[in-house]
């Protein structure tokens, strides 16, 4: 699908109950970014993502309620927030938002101080082996901003990743869903919508977010920073009044 | 490493400041104040090198201070870092001998006898800005470690606000541990015998004991809230190997010291040792829940 126009806020939906584990979203990806290959030896090669792998297809075994086991495929990669807690805990201000709502790094200014690593409630961002700087998804913004498609979406043999207009990917998003639970699947749902602001990367899931690994409820980590900060101050000050206790001598040694 | 130094770093530069806040000159010096003095420039200074070699591209360092991001710890760190660098330089002994119009003898503005109002103005009310600059910074460089991971995605370390306080705990356990065997070898103020003598000396093993029972407490409150389950964290923590080195953190750290309660019964080559196993203790405390979540 190539866009016309010029669009603001442009995102990508991954249907997940259409996708069959093909990893050529995966292939794709290494390919465009010049990425090199991680090879495990397993079903999940490799076993997560990193600073040189930005797209990771996971298989996820479990067992339904009838008894039968059953594989759950899902294509992991950054789901560019809109309050990204990687760009909020950027202290070197490298990861930066584009015009269309993506998050990137600016690899000219990163130090791979590495804190945005942790800070990842999904665990996307990784420093490379190669480089030494963060590496991640860039939804192909090069791509995306010359009206094209990105290379997971124009490969995928399946329609599972779509490529447009948040709005309309979110209305396809709800059909699915509809259709889904005629069909049986009581549990599905549209994970992306409202977590942390929005995300621009929205996932049809046919079970719990947590089943997938995906954090539920999704907590920005800055918004634990003032409780922390004040907890800390407050034991300070009880440290303080315990030093002094020792030092007037009503606290016996 | 320089997580660890930091927190030593800012619990001296503490330590030093409260000292001269609660004790006259007259009972005894200063024996910390003087050596936080002397050592709290070339241990940050060493902070600070490390923290740059730890960098992927060390030649970029200079990008962390392009900026300040109340959003972001690792920014606050970095502005904190300079800060108290600074309150460092101007209490250094030999910035005193270079500058002498700089005259910065304590770390809180006194007014001597004998001292006219000018002087005071223009001599010791100076050394009230250092103090307002060091001493806040001292406390976010001890506690720093533990909110920047209170702040970040990995289910340990997030599960309760605990954490900063509990590095804080750590951080002015190890400095006592540290002063303890340090301030009869170091201290510029006097003999060994002397320095052991003093108030300021006295009181640190009980702030060892003091602070190991608080990092107990403070830290079961923290893994109560840890997610449970086979493959958790919290679980990785307290069993295995990680665990084994865990439980010695905890008997080093915290429990031993307890002794210390009663330091006038013991001989001092037993109090030197309960303050070192409290300094290793709170490392090996530090190092088993930071690299739990690395795995």
Same mark, same amino acid.
Request: proline share 6%.
């Given at each position: 699908? *190539?866009?016309?126009n010029?669009?603001?806020?442009?995102?990508?939906?991954?249907?997940?109950?259409?996708?069959?584990?093909?990893r050529?979203?995966?292939?794709?990806?290494?390919?465009?970014?010049?990425?090199?290959?991680?090879?495990?030896g397993?079903?999940?090669?490799?076993?997560?993502?990193?600073?040189?792998?930005?797209?990771?297809? *996971?298989?996820?075994?479990?067992?339904?309620?009838?008894?039968?086991?059953?594989?759950?495929?899902?294509?992991?990669?950054?789901?560019?927030?809109?309050?990204?807690?990687?760009?909020?805990?950027?202290?070197?201000?490298?990861?930066? *938002?584009?015009?269309?709502?993506? &998050?990137?790094?600016?690899?000219n200014?990163?130090?791979?101080?590495?804190?945005?690593?942790?800070?990842?409630?999904? /665990?996307? &961002? /990784?420093?490379?082996?190669?480089?030494?700087?963060?590496?991640?998804?860039?939804?192909?913004?090069?791509?995306?901003?010359?009206?094209?498609?990105?290379?997971?979406?124009?490969?995928c043999?399946?329609?599972?990743?779509?490529?447009?207009?948040?709005?309309?990917?979110?209305?396809?998003?709800?059909r *699915?869903?509809?259709?889904?639970?005629?069909?049986?699947?009581?549990?599905?749902?549209?994970?992306?919508?409202?977590?942390?602001?929005?995300?621009?990367?929205?996932?049809?899931?046919?079970?719990e977010?947590?089943?997938?690994?995906? #954090?539920? #409820?999704?907590?920005a #980590?800055?918004?634990?920073? /003032?409780?922390?900060?004040?907890?800390?101050?407050?034991?300070?000050?009880?440290?303080?009044?315990?030093?002094?206790?020792?030092?007037?001598?009503?606290?016996?040694? | 490493?320089?997580?660890?130094?930091?927190?030593?770093t +800012? @619990?001296?530069?503490?330590?030093?400041?409260?000292?001269?806040?609660?004790?006259?000159?007259?009972?005894?010096?200063?024996?910390?104040?003087?050596?936080?003095?002397?050592?709290?420039?070339?241990?940050?200074?060493?902070?600070?090198?490390?923290?740059?070699?730890?960098?992927?591209?060390p030649?970029?360092?200079?990008?962390?201070?392009?900026?300040?991001?109340?959003?972001?710890?690792?920014?606050?760190?970095?502005?904190?870092?300079?800060?108290? @660098?600074?309150?460092?330089?101007?209490?250094?002994?030999r910035?005193?001998?270079?500058?002498?119009?700089?005259?910065?003898?304590?770390?809180?503005?006194? %007014?001597?006898? +004998?001292?006219?109002?000018p002087?005071?103005?223009?001599?010791?009310?100076?050394?009230?800005w250092?103090?307002?600059?060091?001493?806040?910074?001292?406390?976010?460089?001890?506690?720093?470690?533990?909110?920047?991971?209170?702040?970040?995605?990995?289910?340990?370390?997030?599960?309760?606000?605990?954490m900063?306080?509990i590095?804080?705990?750590?951080?002015?356990?190890?400095?006592?541990?540290?002063?303890?065997?340090?301030?009869p070898?170091?201290?510029?103020? @006097?003999?060994?015998?002397?320095?052991? =003598?003093t108030?300021?000396?006295?009181r640190?093993?009980?702030?060892?004991?003091?602070?190991?029972?608080?990092?107990l407490?403070?830290?079961?409150? %923290?893994?109560?809230?840890?997610?449970? +389950?086979?493959?958790?964290? =919290?679980? $990785?923590?307290? $069993? @295995?190997?990680?665990?084994?080195?865990?439980?010695?953190?905890?008997?080093?750290?915290?429990?031993?010291?307890?002794?210390?309660?009663?330091?006038?019964?013991?001989?001092?080559?037993?109090?030197?040792?309960?303050?070192?196993?409290?300094l290793?203790?709170?490392?090996l405390?530090?190092?088993?829940?930071?690299?739990?979540?690395?795995?």
């Open positions: 699908m *190539r866009l016309q010029r669009i603001d806020e442009v995102s990508m939906l991954l249907d997940l109950s259409a996708c069959i584990g093909c050529a979203c995966q292939v794709a990806c290494n390919e465009w970014n010049g990425l090199p290959v991680e090879l495990t397993s079903c999940e090669h490799p076993t997560s993502l990193s600073g040189d792998t930005w797209m990771q297809v *996971r298989v996820i075994e479990r067992q339904t309620s009838d008894g039968f086991p059953e594989w759950l495929l899902y294509s992991d990669s950054c789901k560019h927030c809109r309050e990204a807690p990687c760009m909020v805990a950027c202290p070197t201000g490298a990861i930066v *938002r584009t015009d269309e709502g993506m &998050i990137v790094v600016n690899e200014v990163c130090n791979g101080n590495g804190h945005c690593v942790p800070a990842c409630p999904f /665990g996307v &961002i /990784g420093l490379s082996k190669k480089t030494g700087i963060a590496g991640k998804c860039t939804f192909c913004y090069e791509r995306v901003a010359e009206g094209l498609e990105t290379a997971c979406t124009k490969v043999p399946t329609a599972c990743i779509q490529f447009g207009e948040r709005k309309g990917l979110i209305e396809n998003a709800h *699915r869903i509809g259709l889904l639970r005629e069909r049986g699947a009581d549990e599905a749902r549209l994970y992306g919508e409202h977590e942390l602001g929005g995300l621009h990367v929205l996932y049809v899931l046919t079970c977010p947590s089943v997938y690994g995906l #954090p539920d #409820p999704l907590v #980590p800055r918004e634990r920073l /003032g409780r922390a900060a004040l907890a800390t101050a407050a034991v300070a000050l009880l440290w303080g009044c315990l030093y002094l206790l020792l030092t007037s001598g009503n606290l016996s040694l | 490493m320089y997580f660890f130094l930091g927190g030593i +800012g @619990g001296l530069y503490l330590l030093g400041a409260l000292e001269q806040l609660v004790q006259d000159h007259t009972e005894g010096g200063w024996p910390t104040a003087a050596l936080a003095g002397s050592w709290c420039l070339p241990l940050i200074l060493w902070c600070g090198g490390l923290l740059i070699l730890d960098l992927t591209r030649g970029r360092f200079w990008r962390l201070l392009t900026q300040m991001k109340w959003t972001s710890p690792v920014s606050i760190g970095s502005w904190t870092l300079v800060g108290f @660098g600074l309150a460092a330089l101007l209490i250094h002994p910035t005193r001998d270079l500058f002498p119009a700089l005259n910065v003898r304590h770390f809180f503005p006194r %007014h001597s006898a +004998g001292e006219s109002l002087q005071f103005i223009t001599q010791d009310l100076p050394a009230g250092i103090h307002f600059l060091g001493i806040p910074c001292a406390a976010v460089l001890m506690s720093y470690t533990g909110v920047l991971l209170t702040v970040s995605s990995r289910p340990l370390w997030t599960c309760s606000p605990w900063g306080a590095y804080f705990l750590l951080a002015t356990t190890g400095t006592a541990g540290m002063m303890v065997v340090a301030l070898v170091l201290s510029p103020v @006097g003999p060994r015998s002397s320095v052991v =003598a108030a300021s000396y006295q640190l093993p009980p702030l060892i004991a003091a602070g190991g029972a608080l990092v407490l403070f830290l079961a409150l %923290h893994l109560r809230r840890a997610p449970r +389950g086979p493959g958790e964290s =919290a679980e $990785r923590l307290v $069993r @295995g190997d990680r665990g084994l080195a865990f439980r010695v953190a905890i008997v080093l750290g915290c429990l031993l010291p307890q002794v210390l309660w009663r330091q006038r019964d013991l001989p001092f080559f037993l109090v030197i040792t309960v303050a070192v196993s409290s290793i203790g709170g490392y405390l530090r190092w088993t829940t930071f690299c739990v979540e690395e795995e």
